[in-house]
DNA sequence: TTTTTTTACGAAAACGTTTGCGGCAGGGGG
DNA sequence: CCCCCTGCCGCAAACGTTTTCGTAAAAAAA
């Protein structure tokens, strides 16, 4: 099966001019007149041309697509982010060739070399959980290939990125836990080597620790696959549920790990929010319907996704080298649902 | 800012070699002898060679990419769709261009030829719910471009197509309904114009008239915009719970119309499943943890990316015209949970 | 009129590949 | 000794564009 479409050389022939007229005529160059410019137009349009992207590629040296990895794209965050770099790529013409990391390192880099290979312009990315090593995309960086971060960064690779205030984000979360009685609050993370991880883990501790509270590494578990394997979402879990002084109230630092969390709770079951509170980072749109519903962290994940294409397409456009580079940082806000009224009760229904 | 790559002429040159030679050597070449072989593959290894996938699908005429339609990707349906048509793309060494439609004929129109004109090999598409006419795709299939459909098919285009069976899957739902002893049972589905609508709303139809009761088309509630607006999918419940003989039950017919059924019924509120019983279609992993959890239709939605993918790539790859087309449908599975239960209370916690 | 400038277009190279074909060796058969 | 075949390689065209440069003819200036 082919798929055949009109070429410059066929409007060419079929109006008896060269295809650098042609060509020159389309783009609306100077030096073509005005009467010819018209007749190739109007053939263009009454025929439907539209010029081959590839060889434009190929000519230009650059191909208007830009490569996107995340982890997943079935989690919220993430497609909302894709959302918003999607709407901003499409409006500057650019494709976007999203995959997925799975928190695997292995296919981090794959991806990252297959992207680089099919020559987008740009990459655009958030670290999977099991990457400590970023040495893939600083080959990529250092071979020119313009590479901006969001939400999971590095410090590595100096150049544009955006990121929520996680660090605000976990103290408003673990201080509303605080405010609402919660004294032995556990926190339920990622891996350790993602950035988002130690932010939110230092706001949670800085929380604590004004109230008066000192952080206790027992409450802290780290799920190295940030929650992509259940199994290790509820060890954690059991293993902080198994603590002498059970805790009273969960903060969960992700997506993944917050549903896992809620729905792990329920089938113990432990009542939430009267046995174990809870507060986690989700954008999920369900959350209100969870039972109990889920007060969360909630990013600005259309908005982090526009920016960072922003930046990237900034970059992929810039004549002359950039040097300086800025990090965005965004604002969360704390949507105080049931899972964490303590007085609550408020549950409808049931 | 440039990223440049080796070409084959950089080794040509090196080697002191033609880029032709070069070339065959790298394609494995009978032509070429196995030392130059070896030489040519050995610098080519060591530079890091890739070959320019963008110049190979100029000579070639195929770019090795395939566009994806759904109306949104931040719906776990659609989500794991997707997951299937990467995993088996990026195995057959294809890339993906995901596009969202957000249940807009326009985008989709937009999309569709956006699409074609970057030359993908192929389309995989699943309908928007404003979608009434075709044509464009009609156009796209004539002028050659593969085109494989799922979830939302049409019959205007011959060729593959995947499906759930919806009929049986409704069917099911509302027997399940009824069997709880349900019995003024509504339903709230997508714009009539959908396939997946329809095929849902026949297997609604006839577990009621295999319980001897008739359908009644008061109960019967459209969204034109397939729960893309939350304010159409509020009337459509507002309606049907204002009738004199209100509903018992409601059957949803798509995620986003189940989540946010759910949710206004919470609103309400509403006691589900005592007041109202509530069945969905909804591939969320969440949905065990909504209150209450959710009973659902769930979608093979993995494996119908998988297989619509390698229908496109046969597609794409075939060395004659394909004449013979299948419809696989594959079997859904209810979910039996909560909101349906109506001896139930076993809803956990307060 | 001659010279210069302007206008409008064409020729050709280039982007990185692939591929049909032609050619030059050397070896074997006649 | 000649011819042909085979093995190995290079030339050149092609994919569809863009862009530089050259060059006619027409217009303006001399």
Redesign the interface.
Known sequence: ?????ITIKDIARALKLSVSTVSKALRGSHEISEETKNNVLAYAREHNY?P????Q??KR?R?K?IGVIVCN??N?FF??V??GI?SVA?QKDY??????SRESYEREVANSEHL????V?GLIISLSAETRNVDHLVKLHE????IVFFDRVTDEIPTHMVIADNYKGAYEATRHLLQQGYRRIAHITSSGSLSITLERLEGYKRALKDAGIEPDPRYIKFCQHGGMIPEETCQALTEVLALPDRPDALFTASDRLS?TT??LL?KL?V??P?EIGLVGFTN???A??????LTSVVQPALEMGQIVTDMLIQ??E?KR??TQFQKRVLETELKIRDSSRREG?A????
């Open positions: 099966m082919k798929f055949e479409a539209k081959n992207p590839i060889a590629s190929l040296g191909s697509s794209i079935d919220n497609s909302q894709i959302n999607e499409r494709n976007v060739i999203i995959t997925q680089s290979s099919r020559s312009d071979k020119g290939l313009p549903t809620l729905s329920r079951p009542a939430v009267q999920s749109i369900s209100e319907i969870f039972n109990p519903s970059l992929i810039s080298p950039v009760g549950d409808g229904g049931n």
